[in-house]
């Protein structure tokens, strides 16, 4: 060791103070409401992973018995106009937002991340100006015809709803981490590694991105809610899922029977959406406490 | 000392504690000083020592939670401020006794002029009309040397530098007339020139409104140009108290000597390598038993590490050191 | 400035310029010009330390930063061992940066968050792809071992070192490269008192035995004296005066050095000082006075001031260079 070195160190003491993470498992596991929330989403999790595997609600089409049979022991919710069982389909539809949900949460988020880091980091320049640009109008289009649009033009294939939500729901978080990463490209690391010569892009997403990850959390949650609830409304319009079943779907059928004073279809699909928003909203806004660092428990 | 003086301020056995998320944090533990009238004391000491929670202390200021003050007494012109009720500590704010801070950009509202800021404080504590207000902070203004004090008056904060904010804050402190003035590391957010300028309007005002003045700083150059008195903290206690001679000349606690001597000052023979502290400020929630200053002590006994020295007095000019072997080698003034 | 016959020196700075725009109006228009850095002079041999001293809005941090291109110069030229640095391409400018680092102020903000101590020290030789990966490995318990501290805090994230040894993981990452220079732009401002001579004690170390220069920037002129062979002094984006340290604390000329040094509170009861308090306000980098940038507080103005810029001259006896920019002389 050199003179120097042996005159500054004593016994290496580090201070052990806790990450962004671990701070915030420790707050979010005292958080009796997101416990909850979250407890209920995984119970969610766990009903589109069995319909998923073939476990339950495989029979969701079969006609299984009379019109509009009320509860019983063996349609828990009863059927529906054709005959087929209730909660058969509304499991299944579990299935299908979780689907719509991840599909969009997750590519909308990354596309928002990528779009939106580029445009922070080269902030000011031609790049930035058309992903505002882009951001823009996408944001002045109203969305619903947006759909439509859509799935117009893609000739009705299945996927047109995902297609048209990931290209209108990516400008939140883009707008977000272009804020964020503005702000991040000032701090004195990344300066560091522009004097190092580091070459830009490794800038990007070697040292800046994943330092907006509690940020992506939380959006990616949040477009998860916004796509289930866009679902319902969508497949209501007709303009939604096309094969297979939804609560959407369930609602829009049950607007019929609710008139002939049967309520069991609306009521499965409005409750089991209903519970499923909540727990998860209640879950994100527990997760951006944790995160907060300036909430102290 | 010949002439027994009541202290205008008594701070006895203060302990201030935090709660946080690993556990309970004691801030302060048994801060003890007196602070008399027309005199300009000194709290020193390196980041979370305690200085500023002890200012906060005495003004209530505390944010509670997490923080509360647990025992002890502030004994403030024959009253308990401890023991007083946030409206009744809102009386003495501002009047009786009045704080200033590090940054006052973020002490001053940006979106009010600082004369409607002035003026507010006026109204409410000395209940003058708005006239007469307006009139009695310009004079202040200008007391602390801020040119045009007619126009600056309606400016915004974001409008003037930040010597001239803190001056303002300074002149909003001294409306009232205070008899004590708590200054929160006014200077160390300015740059040295301006640093000068405001010191010596601190000197200056506290010499003509007859006060006294609580200095926390964690620059030992800023208390040896302005205090009386210098009171050192460590690690959330009082390790010495003492009059500046004695303080800078023959200091008695060995983190006194070892902070005086580790900073770099301007000297004709320059040193190869500067003195240092080795080692780290304990964490407060891991705290040793015995001293906390053992650890780096150069002459650490078995006894410092078993018994925790009390402050104790010392000499006969009122100072007091918390350590089982005070004194320290006096400290020949450094030529330059 | 500098002799054909003799090798050029290790760094020149020639009339550095770094102009900022400030945009507004409807179009976005440039409507003025922080002028951060107006026009400075300097030379830095091998293993010398300049000094470079001034209070806030000076232009010291855009000038360690203009030497080094992260902020492009606007004008003048930097000169690498008589080559010229601000004519490089930028590809040809990251082969270049591996002679020249630097070190930063804020010891909560200079490194990356996520990435470990091991991480953060070896991406300079992952980028330059320097040695295999085991020499990089070792590279790095070497660099850990000249700052002070030991291998075993390889795997752990910043948020866990205080101030002191964040700066020290700092100052290994700066080492990394085996630079010939390194910019310290106030490494230890930001540190308490009692780390402050911890980490200069490892600058010092860095002097002494690897023969490295340094511009170190800083606003305390005490902590500036103890470490600069050379120091500057800087004013609204000019050099006012510059020389040796100990020209410059036994005869200060500029009336600015001699209110910087009077303004600096020293910790000794015994010496009251004759402080010269200046009066005013640091002018405005967007708008500098004519004439002298100092005239508007200068003690010691004269009417030639306030319309004439003053030349830089050598005052300098037995050879030992100490220059001015002032009209008393």
């Not at chain 1, 498992?25 to 409401?33: G, L, P, S, V």
């Amino acid at each position: 060791m050199s003179a120097t070195a042996a005159a500054v160190t004593s016994a290496p003491v580090l201070v052990r103070r806790k990450s962004l993470w671990s701070k915030a498992a420790y707050k979010f596991r005292r958080d009796r409401a997101g416990m909850i929330s979250l407890g209920f989403v995984l119970g969610y999790v766990l009903i589109a992973l069995g319909v998923t595997l073939g476990w339950w609600a495989t029979g969701w089409g079969d006609v299984a018995g009379g019109r509009w049979e009320a509860a019983s022991a063996e349609h828990w919710f009863g059927t529906n106009l054709i005959g087929q069982d209730i909660f058969d389909r509304a499991i299944y539809s579990t299935k299908t937002a979780f689907e719509v949900g991840f599909v969009v949460a997750v590519l909308a988020t990354t596309i928002g991340a990528l779009l939106g880091a580029i445009s922070g980091f080269f902030g000011g320049s031609w790049i930035d100006e058309i992903v505002l640009w882009l951001m823009g109008v996408l944001d002045s289009i109203p969305f619903y015809l947006f759909v439509a649009a859509i799935v117009f033009a893609m000739q009705e294939s299945p996927y047109a709803m995902h297609v048209a939500m990931i290209a209108t729901f990516w400008t939140g978080v883009g707008r977000l981490i272009r804020g964020e990463v503005i702000k991040l490209r000032g701090l004195e690391y990344v300066e560091a590694a522009h004097a190092i010569g580091v070459p830009e892009f490794t800038i990007i997403f070697r040292h800046i991105l994943p330092n907006t990850t509690h940020i992506l959390l939380v959006q990616a949650t949040i477009t998860f809610v916004a796509a289930i609830k866009s679902e319902v409304i969508l497949s209501f319009l007709g303009l939604g899922v096309k094969d297979g079943m939804s609560w959407g779907l369930m609602i829009a059928e049950s607007s019929q029977e609710v008139m002939a004073g049967f309520f069991n279809n609306f009521l499965a699909a409005s409750v089991l959406m209903f519970g499923l928003v909540m727990a998860f909203n209640m879950f994100s806004d527990a997760m951006q406490d944790a995160l907060d660092p300036r909430k102290v428990s | 000392m010949a002439i027994e003086r009541t202290p205008l301020l008594s701070v006895q056995d203060l302990v201030v504690e935090f709660s946080t998320e690993h556990g309970v944090v004691r801030a302060i533990d048994r801060v003890s000083f007196d602070v008399y009238p027309n005199e300009t004391i000194g709290i020193v000491g390196e980041s979370g020592c305690g200085k500023t929670v002890t200012g906060l202390a005495v003004l209530g200021l505390i944010p509670s939670p997490p923080g509360r003050i647990v025992s002890g007494r502030i004994l403030f012109q024959g009253r308990d401020l401890a023991k007083l009720s946030e409206s009744e500590l809102r009386e003495i704010r501002g009047r009786d006794i009045s704080m200033i801070f590090q940054e006052p950009m973020t002490a001053l509202n940006p979106v009010f002029t600082i004369g409607n800021q002035m003026i507010d404080v006026l109204m409410v504590h000395r209940g003058l009309t708005r006239r007469q207000a307006r009139g009695a902070s310009i004079e202040m203004l200008d007391k602390v040397g801020i040119p045009v004090p007619g126009m600056r008056i309606d400016e915004y904060p974001h409008q003037l530098s930040g010597g001239m904010r803190q001056r303002v804050m300074i002149a909003m402190a001294l409306s009232c007339d205070p008899k004590l003035l708590i200054a929160d590391e006014p200077t160390t957010a300015l740059d040295v020139t301006t640093q000068a300028q405001v010191l010596e309007q601190i000197n200056k005002l506290q010499e003509e409104f007859h006060m006294a003045v609580i200095l926390i700083t964690h620059d030992l150059g800023v208390v040896a140009e302005t205090c009386r008195r210098a009171i050192v903290m460590y690690c959330g206690r009082v390790v010495e108290n003492a009059a500046i001679e004695n303080l800078f000349r023959r200091p008695l606690h060995p983190y006194t000597a070892g902070l005086l001597d580790s900073i770099p000052q301007i000297r004709a023979n320059r040193l190869a390598e500067l003195p240092i502290i080795p080692g780290r400020v304990p964490d407060l929630l891991n705290l040793p038993d015995g001293c906390r200053f053992a650890e780096r002590c150069c002459k650490v006994s078995e006894r410092c590490r078993r018994e925790s020295p009390v402050l104790e007095a010392f000499g006969d000019a009122g100072d007091c050191v918390a350590c089982h072997t005070p004194g320290m080698p006096i400290r020949e003034t450094v030529d330059v | 400035m500098s002799d054909t016959g003799k090798t050029p020196p290790l760094l020149e700075v020639r009339g550095l310029k770094k102009y900022f725009p400030v945009r507004g109006g409807v179009f976005n228009r440039v409507m003025a010009q922080v002028r951060a850095v107006d026009g400075v002079d300097f030379i830095i041999e091998q293993g010398k330390t300049l000094g470079l001293v001034g209070e806030s809005g000076c232009g010291k941090s855009t000038l360690g930063r203009a030497i080094l291109r992260l902020h492009e110069p606007t004008g003048g030229q930097v000169l690498v061992d008589g080559k010229d640095f601000t004519a490089l391409s930028r590809k040809a400018l990251v082969a270049e940066r591996r002679r020249m680092q630097i070190i930063f102020q804020d010891p909560f903000a200079s490194l990356s968050p996520r990435r470990t101590v091991a991480q953060i020290i070896r991406e300079p030789l992952d980028v330059h792809r320097i040695g295999t990966v085991e020499e990089r490995r070792q590279r790095v318990i070497e660099l850990l071992d000249v700052v002070g501290m030991g291998p075993e805090v390889r795997d752990r994230y910043p948020h866990e070192f205080s101030g002191g040894q964040r700066q020290r993981v700092g100052i290994a990452r700066a080492l990394a490269l085996n630079p010939s220079f390194i910019v310290a732009d106030e490494p230890v401002s930001a540190l308490d008192v009692s780390v402050q001579s911890q980490v200069l004690n490892v600058i010092s170390a860095l002097k002494r035995e690897h023969g490295i220069a340094f511009l170190f920037i800083s606003h305390d002129l005490a902590v500036i004296q103890h470490i600069s062979d050379e120091i500057g002094v800087m004013y609204l984006g000019r050099i006012v005066e510059r020389a040796s340290v100990e020209a410059l604390y036994r005869d200060p000329k500029h009336p600015y050095t001699k209110a910087l040094m009077s303004a600096i509170p020293v910790p000794d009861p015994t010496r009251k000082s004759q402080r010269i308090v200046l009066g005013g306000d640091v002018p405005s980098p967007m708008n500098p006075p004519p004439g002298c940038p100092f005239h508007t507080r200068c003690p010691e103005v004269m009417a030639k001031c306030r319309s004439v810029v003053p030349e830089t001259v050598d005052v300098g006896d037995d050879g030992a260079s100490h220059v001015v920019a002032c009209h008393l002389y």
